[in-house]
């Protein structure tokens, strides 16, 4: 296989599995906004613009800094992200942050034990999950196993990019191949450990996946 052939097949298993992880699911007016924070802070102006638009009367942001935010931010994610929806119009006391979760998993268990200390629970009856469109799936199936009150409606959005228009100068196309690719992984090995719940993956995109990994994409497998 020449260099060229090579990066064209790269090429297409990362949009394979990019859109793979991206569920493409129907948005509906919810009780809140639930935004998983990142480097990537495209993802708090999508948050905010759904507050503006009124699909929710509340506008959650969850996450400390992590391996990737560390010296990107000078605060927690969450604290960052809150900043940018205040900036966009969003009410201060519209928004709850949340600024200790280091995983999806605590970003659950973190924000909701600080919801319930709010009194807030009760009115929490749909959420939409605001995230980085390649972690669309996996956060879904994370909330979907982990939340702990079974009766909420879920829901995941991300802004409308494709592959060739998702990775930029924050998120470089190489750093965005393997952690979508280890998130693919994960949807694989995670719901034996009680984490997610189980999705299934289509042979090609598992073949494009494992390619990509062969390809030198490893660096952020579980």
Known sequence: MTQTDQTDQIHRDASLVYN??????????????????????????????????????????????????????SEPEAVAFAAIAREMGVPADRIVVEPRARNTGENVRFTYDLLRERGLLRELRSLVLVQKPYMERRTYATFRKQWPDEGTLFTVSSPGLSWDEYP???????????????????????????????????????????????????????
């Open 20 to 73: 793979y992880h991206r569920m493409s699911l129907p948005l509906r007016p919810a009780s809140a906004i639930f935004c998983l924070c990142s480097l990537d802070t495209r993802i708090a102006a999508h948050a905010a613009q759904l507050y503006l638009d009124g699909i929710a009367p509340w506008l959650i942001f969850s996450g400390d800094s992590g391996v990737l935010t560390k010296g990107l931010f």
């Open 168 to 222: 930029d100068a924050s998120n470089p196309r190489e750093l965005v191949t393997s952690i979508m690719v280890g998130d693919l992984v994960r949807i694989r090995e995670y719901p034996a450990k009680g984490f997610q719940i189980e999705q299934e993956i289509p042979e090609e995109v598992w073949e494009a996946g494992m390619r990509l990994v062969e390809a030198g994409f490893d660096k952020h497998l579980p």
